[in-house]
C-alpha cells in the first residue's frame, strides 16, 4: 500500500524503515538510504494511509463482483 504525501506525491510503505518527527517536519527514511521530508505529522500520515487503503478496498468491490473473485 501507499501513503499520501503532499501534491502528488506518494511513497510504498514497503519502501519505508522510519518515520520521525523533528522540528516541525517529519522525516521518512526509506530502505534504500534517501530520505522524504514531509509537513504532515506520522499521525496524519496514517490516517491518511487509512483512508486511502480503505478507499482501495471499497473500489475494489465492484471488480471483485465482475470477476467472481472472493471478499
Known sequence: MFILLEGQGIVSIR???AIVRHDG???????NGSLLAT????????????????EA????????RRTGGNK
Open 15 to 17: 519502501r519505508i524503515i
Open 25 to 31: 517536519e517529519t522525516a521518512i527514511y526509506l530502505r
Open 39 to 54: 509537513g504532515f505529522r506520522p499521525e496524519t500520515l496514517a490516517k491518511r494511509y487509512n483512508a486511502f487503503r480503505k
Open 57 to 64: 478496498r471499497e473500489n475494489a468491490v465492484p471488480l471483485r
